[in-house]
């Protein structure tokens, strides 16, 4: 079922929702329903209708790269042990967003921010 979130409504860097990515194109690109964290800075997630986030993976056939950062379902509320995709991030609309999962530690946010760093070579 999808949420319809106002432009105003309050999302947290850290954050995990489902989010449904469309189809596959036949790439490398996440797709379908999946989980989302929330990496946009406080400022965006208030006034903008617009979010950055980067998509979760389950897959253990992914290859261990310096944007992929683990998170262990044990330490972070998730169902399964999962990797955040940190060479994949989007700006979706907020209005996209559907079912919250959980909030990611301080701790986490650090290693996911160092892989977008890693990314875009910031």
Do not use: W
């Amino acid at each position: 079922m999808k949420h319809t979130f106002e432009k105003s409504t309050l999302v947290h860097r850290g954050d995990i929702f489902y989010v449904d990515l469309g189809k596959s194109d036949g790439t490398s690109t996440q797709a379908g329903i999946r989980p989302v964290v929330i990496c946009s800075n406080k400022a965006c997630n208030i006034h903008s209708p617009i979010v950055t986030v980067c998509s979760i993976s389950t897959s253990k056939t992914k290859h261990r790269i310096p944007t992929h950062i683990p998170l262990l379902a044990s330490e972070t509320g998730l169902s399964r042990d999962s990797i955040c995709l940190c060479e994949q991030p989007l700006s979706i609309s907020k209005s996209d967003l559907l079912e919250y999962v959980t909030t990611l530690s301080e701790e986490h946010m650090e290693r996911i921010s160092d892989g977008l760093r890693i990314q875009l070579a910031l």
